[in-house]
Every structure is written in C-alpha cells, then in structure tokens.
T-cell receptor, first 115, second 113 residues
Framework: GAGVSQSPSNKVTEKGKDVELRCDPI?????LYWYRQSLGQGLEFLIY????????KSGLPSDRFSAERTGGSVSTLTIQRTQQEDSAVYLC?????????????FGQGTRLTVV | KNEVEQSPQNLTAQEGEFITINCSYSVGISALHWLQQHPGGGIVSLFM???GKKKHGRLIATINIQEKHSSLHITASHPRDSAVYIC???????????????FGKGTKLSVKP
C-alpha cells in the first residue's frame, strides 16, 4: 500500500477481554516497530521486527502483550486480559533497513480504550 | 533523566510568528527525526536528519552533532501548524538492540489567528 495502515483506528473493549491490533507496513519494508502512547505521555517502544530475525521484545510491558509478524509483512499486536492502564494509542512504524537511520513511516495509530 | 529532551513543552504563537522548537539528546545516534502529531493522533514524519539542515516549505530542521542538539523552525506560522511536534532519535545502542527510536515528550504548539 501507499503507507503504513493500522486497524482498527479506534477500539473500545471491556476490561478482561483480549484485543488484536493490526499493522500493514509499506511493501518491502523489512523493519517494523510497535509503539504506545499513553495519555499525557511520550511514545514508548514495545517491540521491533527485522526481517526473519527474532524480534526484540524488550519493550513489552507484561506477558499479556505479544506480537507476531507473518510472512515478514503484516503484524498483529495482541493484548490479553486487557486492563484500564492498557488504554493508549498504539502506533506502528516501518522502515526499509535494519536501523531507523533509514526514514521511518508511521501509521495513524489505533486508539484503544479499556472500560 | 530522559535521553531526549524537548523545549518548550507548550508554545503559543500568533499567526505569522517565527517558531523554534528545540531538541537535545544524550545518546549516540544514527539519525534524528522530527514528527508531527495532529489532535486526531496520526503521526507524520517531517524530517530525518543525520547532519546539517533540511528545508521543506515553511519548515526547517537543523542538527548539530557535536552539541547533540536539533532545532525545528516554522516560518510564517499558521493555525494549521497547531500540533504536537515530537523529536525522536535513532540510537544503535539503545536497549542493546538495533534501531530503536527514543522519543521526546513532544512540544504542543498552538498558533492563534
């Protein structure tokens, strides 16, 4: 596609339910990142995929969070047993290379609200 | 201490004013990004810099690698420039992983007509 696409754009879920957030990166981009922006906070790194390498999961806040990237393209971020503190904007970005020294492109984000 | 510091946190300007937003960082970087986030939450990448200066329309970004400092300038500001401007650095060594972006907390700009 022309840009990084995320879906859904907005999601309201009940506490305790599982949610899946999707990111479709720019075609050919080998690097894919997930970030989170909680209300009033800066952007926080969650997870990084680079090609077929094992992902860097060092930013995931708890074991309720997981992500996968199928076929080196689309990525899904899954949050199990959602909590109110999970409410945030979840942003996906992709870039051509192994480092963000190449230009990063951001999706529009998914605004998650846990009620 | 945050690795990326932005100033000011909030900025209100009158239409037409020249605006400067500053970013200082403390880590070694491979690139610095300036991002714009409008109230709907979407993020647009404005610039990526590793040295010198870039210009796009009314926006100018500069970086001084020795001083670990970057500035984003907006000339002839307009109400549609109202947004949060975020500085982010790409650091090869952050967290022991390649290519993580470290974000500043953003500068909220409001341009009044």
């Amino acid at each position: 596609g022309a840009g990084v696409s995320q879906s859904p754009s907005n999601k309201v879920t009940e506490k305790g339910k599982d949610v899946e957030l999707r990111c479709d990166p720019i075609s050919g981009h080998t690097a894919l990142y997930w970030y989170r922006q909680s209300l009033g906070q800066g952007l926080e790194f969650l997870i990084y995929f680079q090609g077929n390498s094992a992902p860097d999961k060092s930013g995931l806040p708890s074991d309720r969070f997981s992500a996968e990237r199928t076929g080196g393209s689309v990525s899904t971020l899954t949050i199990q047993r959602t909590q109110q503190e999970d409410s945030a904007v979840y942003l996906c970005a992709s870039s051509l290379g192994a480092s963000m020294g190449t230009e990063a492109f951001f999706g529009q984000g998914t605004r998650l609200t846990v009620v | 201490k945050n690795e990326v510091e932005q100033s000011p946190q909030n900025l209100t300007a009158q239409e037409g004013e020249f605006i400067t937003i500053n970013c200082s960082y403390s880590v070694g970087i491979s690139a610095l990004h300036w991002l714009q986030q409008h109230p709907g939450g979407g993020i647009v990448s404005l610039f990526m810099l590793s040295s010198g200066k870039k210009k796009h329309g009314r926006l100018i970004a500069t970086i001084n690698i020795q001083e670990k400092h970057s500035s984003l300038h907006i000339t002839a500001s307009h109400p549609r420039d109202s947004a949060v401007y975020i500085c982010a650095v790409s650091s090869m060594n952050y967290g022991g992983s390649q290519g993580n972006l470290i974000f500043g907390k953003g500068t909220k700009l409001s341009v009044k007509p």
